[in-house]
DNA sequence: ATGAAAGCGCTAACAT
DNA sequence: ATGTTAGCGCTTTCAT
């Protein structure tokens, strides 16, 4: 009989189900920053993890707007969802999005400054390591570093991890950190600077793919050879990015899906009652092509 | 009373409601190639027409896999979605995604192989029209074309939307349109034999903006002046690539934000009981920057 | 005006 | 094994 239903195409209205269930195997996902790069891959890993269609995402884009934020919010808690998701670009720790909430919420590669609520967070600072550390087991020993707007959080994690390793291994920035943009624009206008300022530089670690690219262009426009006058890594292994460059980009990769996939366990955890772990960091990888 | 429990938080129970109102005020959108540039600025149109809230999205990645495809449609269905948006990467017709389906479906970015089915797409070779009749405006009258694979519905458009209207003008395409794929390498590669084939070539205009990017550049490596040797134009304005290139590239907009609203707009129109139009073109834009 | 009751479609508990 | 029923939380209708 039931055989019979799925063949005629029957499905079991889910409203009525969760109506009386009290479980409707729905979650939201809420990104404070607009939808981009890093929620795809959080979502795709969310959903692979909550079993492909078991159980489905709503998706809302908050726009950075607190207001837009709350209000989703209540639509999604209205809703009934299971549980909720909270994401953004940014990786500095974010206030709670409330407090006491019905259902378990996981924030995913930014984290509550609430240290109660449960996150799981990429190892930016284990990225710049992992980065320098290659290069120091290439040889270089002049490594200067470009990065972001100082105001980021993720800029000055990722800078001041790289001081504090190149100290411990008796090596100054060359240079010093350069702050700027996320941008190419600033990669070219850097190096250029740098290399006034130490023209001896043998390695650039960069705050991204994108600064990394302006980087090796002007390098090689100034007639430097990558890798081997120069060595160059990149921050977040943007695949259209780090494959363009020439030669193809060395590049730190977060591993998003793999956050997104965690934070989705743990979230079903704390659906099902169990205690997921509070903070979860997830460790990076280096993808060897061929700038370093 | 209302404003009382409004205060204390209190939000109702959606499924009860769509239980006895035997409509959710919600919509699922199946993106059948993996999510990603596309389908973003869709859902965010989406999201902005069907009124921020008052109806809310389950995505679902399909991965270009039929079998995924068809189990998400039973499951948004089973959740008794009251539409559902179809996307994808490819613009080709595709099969429609199921027959006599209980709730409206709307295809946007791609088109449906039944022409009943309601789908909002964009101009392709009106994109190409307008980036060419700009190129003439500008006085360009050696015109080359290079692009992604010719297996692919979107390059083979926008080529013979190209020989066509320069054929009309009394052109020829310059060197013959080469056919690639959609990356930076395929640019470089392509220009270098085109300054073979046709060194006196004034103007180049390419299907992606990563094809045209790594046009520009060999362009420049080779000591063109852009725009003035020779005027690039790209393809999808993708914001990240067009800002970057040097100089800044020219690029057909296809205006998939506003693609992701007209489907959404037509979609509540036929969820409430109107006809929506068939076939929505939209228009491209050309977003002018100093490349050409 | 306010209040009581029926019913949306399902599942789980119970009765046959 | 099969069938019947109560109730999930809301809205709508009807009665007070």
Redesign the pocket.
Known sequence: MQEAAEQLGFV??AA??S????RTYTVGMITTDSIGRFSIPLLIGAEDALGAGQVSVFLCDARDDPIREQYYLRTLLGRQVDGIIVTGRRTQARPPIGRSLPVPVVYAFISSTDPADCSVVPDEAGGAVLALSHLLASGRRRIAHVTGPRRHSSALVRADATRAYLRDHGLAVRGRVRFGAWTEMWGRAAIAQLLEAAPDVDAVFCGSDQIARGVLDTLRETGRRVPDDVAVVGFDNWTVMAEASRPPLTSVDLDIDRIGRLAARHLVSAIEGREPPRHTVVPPRLVRRESG
């Open positions: 079991a209205n009525a189900r109506l009386q269930a009290g």
